[in-house]
């Protein structure tokens, strides 16, 4: 099995162009340019050409999905140390962990495995924070490229002495805003780059100076390039902006030039009416980790609401902060906890007032947003089957024996629900970006026709 660029892929294509609901192209051909973009879709009755990869009937193409919040360096503590709240955890365990990106022999290796781990389990492009180093950070995006992950990587920047550790913080303000410029550049610069963008990336308010913060935001005024960081994840972490400016976090990273339609604010779970409102005017976007903010958040995202008052969502692991890699996990966790919120969670409190009405989202709605809402979230051509977008795309295998997909006879087109809901990695059969082979199965792959 090779690539894709310049060839045409036979078989059954799902997408979600919108929420709640699905769009199946039924044995269709997708037609992928040089360049990794889709040319032209059509129904295979209309022409096959030589040379097409022709997928088995149990198979299916789905979008590759787009994790909108990674700690790339808390990858070796993935599923440990969740027992403590948010502003304990990232002294006790956090920062030290981060701090040892500064080997670069250490990052390369756990870098290495985190971005081949993503790609078999499906996550074709993520938001990645990387560490306050310049040269680990450059490396991030040098091995993201190297892999073929489309990926956008952020130096993190946290210089407040009264927050940050004195060996893990950036030295100055100064320092940190070189060091962003800096790694901007790097990126910018990589050859042969076609997918790894530079994100400017403060960590959030309480781990930021002013004089940082302000240079940032210049920065993205003359660089147009991504933001991200944390806004109101916690109760104390929403209380912090307004003890220190009273101003939410959303209003304060506005004052400072931080929210564009090229910013994503990950968790928001404490986002006031008026916060959702400016986040929704200036276009950005929010990453929701629903696994995370069940260890940190202290409430539940009121996703739906975010959505009804047109906000733009995605979806997030947060590793480190959730104890999953998985996007396929994150769209399920997403599920489930918007039912808790509807219903609530505390069965001695009545029913008629124990939750919040018309907040459940569907799984077909959770499917949209990690594919399509992520690419929208970002400004990036991906997340859908159409012309002109990238061909970032998963093929499932819905027959795989070690896999947890069973349909009992089922056409895989007609069991999108069920094959989310019940895949795990074995059924993820190859992975592309951008027209090329990424990662695959050896146990499906070897079922695929030889082309
Ligand atoms: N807030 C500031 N840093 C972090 C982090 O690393 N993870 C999470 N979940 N929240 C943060
Ligand atoms: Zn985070």
Not at 5 to 15: E, Q, S
Not at 115 to 143: C, M, N, P, S, W
Not at 278 to 304: E, W
Request: hydrophobic share 45%.
């Amino acid at each position: 099995m090779t690539g894709l660029r310049g060839r045409a892929i036979r078989g059954h294509f799902v997408h979600a162009p919108d929420r709640g609901a699905v769009e199946v192209l039924e044995d269709a051909v997708v037609f992928v340019g040089e360049d990794g973009r889709i040319e032209r879709i059509a129904p295979a009755r209309d022409g096959v050409p030589e040379g097409t990869l022709d997928l088995p009937p149990d198979r299916l193409v789905i979008p590759g999905f787009v994790d909108l919040h990674v700690h790339a360096p808390q990858y070796p503590q993935l599923g440990l140390a969740l027992d403590e709240p948010l502003e304990v955890w990232l002294g006790k365990y956090t920062f030290p962990l981060e701090a040892r990106y500064a080997d670069l022999d250490f990052a390369r290796e756990a870098y290495g495995r985190l971005v081949k781990d993503l790609l078999a389990g499906g996550t074709t492009t993520a938001l990645y924070f990387a560490t306050v180093h310049r040269q680990a950070t450059e490396l991030l995006a040098g091995i993201c490229l190297n892999l073929g992950q489309r990926a956008l990587v952020g130096k993190v920047v946290m210089d407040l002495a009264e927050s940050c550790p004195d060996d893990y913080r950036d030295a100055s303000p100064a320092a940190a805003i070189a060091d962003s410029r800096a790694v901007i550049e790097a990126i910018r610069a990589l050859p042969d780059n076609d997918r790894v963008l530079p994100v400017i990336t403060p960590r959030f308010i309480p781990s930021c100076s002013d004089e940082a913060l302000a240079g940032l935001g210049a920065l993205v005024a003359e660089c147009a390039c991504h933001v991200q960081t944390h806004c109101s994840e916690s109760n104390w972490a929403h209380g912090y902006a307004i003890d220190r400016y009273g101003k939410t976090d959303t209003e304060a990273l506005d004052g400072f030039g931080l929210l564009t339609r090229n910013t994503v604010l990950a968790h928001s779970v404490f986002l006031t009416d008026s916060d959702m409102d400016r986040v929704r005017s200036r276009g950005a976007g929010v990453a929701h980790c629903a696994l995370s903010n069940a260890y940190f958040g202290n409430a539940v995202f009121p996703l739906r609401k975010a959505l009804e008052r047109g906000l733009n969502v995605g979806l997030g692991t947060d590793i480190s902060g959730g104890p999953s890699a998985s996007m396929l996990e994150a769209a399920r966790m997403t599920v489930a906890v918007s039912r808790m919120l509807q219903d609530g969670v505390d069965p001695d409190d009545s029913r008629e007032t124990r939750g919040r009405p018309e907040s459940r989202i569907d799984l077909l709605t959770a499917f949209h947003l990690a594919t399509a809402g992520g690419g929208i979230a970002l400004d990036l051509d991906i997340g859908l089957f159409r012309p002109g977008y990238y061909f970032d795309a998963l093929i499932i295998d819905a027959a795989a024996e070690a896999g947890t997909i069973r349909l009992f006879g089922a056409q895989p087109a007609d069991r999108i629900e069920q094959i989310l809901y019940t895949a795990i990695r074995p059924n993820i059969a190859a992975t592309y970006v951008g027209g090329d082979l990424v990662a695959h199965n050896h146990e499906s792959a070897a079922a695929l026709p030889r082309t």
